[in-house]
T-cell receptor, first 114, second 111 residues
């Protein structure tokens, strides 16, 4: 069983640009969640997808958007990057698509916005 | 509003010096409380899930307990490799299955 992978590992962008981050979930995990983690903070929930449908959204503006694909991959898109978007972006997959289950996190993508 | 508060923010221990980390939570109904370990620059790694008050789980030097208001992560005779940030998250009943994370406790164990 392979783990959750994310790409790229590091990324540097300038303010106003757009970025796409990618995640490959574990096979059979129908739910994927994306988090933003600023330095010294806990992960902040961005949104969750279950079977390719958005299943919940945190307090993030619409310029944060996502997609989930049938092959257990997903992506996070951020438009009009701001300096405060600099953070570690984590994706996590959950087996079964129902609550009460642990999440399996990827290693994250470190995004720096200059 | 759901809240998860972890204390202390940082903890330094000597190898072998046992201690406990606290996670206090306020949620309308608890589906589950999760503990994760996070090493610097990496994603969190799952440790435990607790579902009801009175439940306890153990793994090597770690033991997690749960009451109706808080959870403790007890670390017995820690080793330097236990150094990490420990995150607590709660998931409430009803609605989407979205956990709320605390800010974590940064643990350093000195040899």
């Amino acid at each position: 069983e392979t783990g959750v992978t994310q790409s790229p590992t590091h990324l540097i962008k300038t303010r106003g640009q757009q970025v796409t981050l990618r995640c490959s979930s574990q096979s059979g995990h129908n739910t994927v969640s994306w988090y933003q983690q600023a330095l010294g903070q806990g992960p902040q929930f961005i949104f969750q997808y279950y079977r390719e449908e958005e299943n919940g959204r945190g307090n993030f503006p619409p310029r944060f958007s996502g997609l989930q694909f049938p092959n257990y991959s997903s992506e996070l898109n951020v438009n009009a990057l701001e300096l405060d978007d600099s953070a570690l972006y984590l994706c996590a997959s959950t087996p079964g698509g129902r609550g009460g289950n642990e999440q399996f996190f990827g290693p994250g993508t470190r995004l720096t916005v200059l | 509003e759901d809240q998860v508060t972890q204390s202390p923010e940082a903890l330094r221990l000597q190898e072998g010096e046992s201690s406990s980390l606290n996670c206090s939570y306020t949620v309308s109904g608890l589906r589950g409380l999760f503990w994760y370990r996070q090493d610097p620059g990496k994603g969190p790694e799952f440790l435990f899930t607790l579902y009801s008050a009175g439940e306890e789980k153990e793994k090597e030097r770690l033991k997690a307990t749960l009451t109706k208001k808080e959870s403790f992560l007890h670390i017995t005779a820690p080793k330097p490799e236990d150094s990490a940030t420990y995150l607590c998250a709660v998931e409430k009943t009803g609605g989407s299955y979205i956990p709320t994370f605390g800010r974590g406790t940064s643990l350093i164990v000195h040899p």
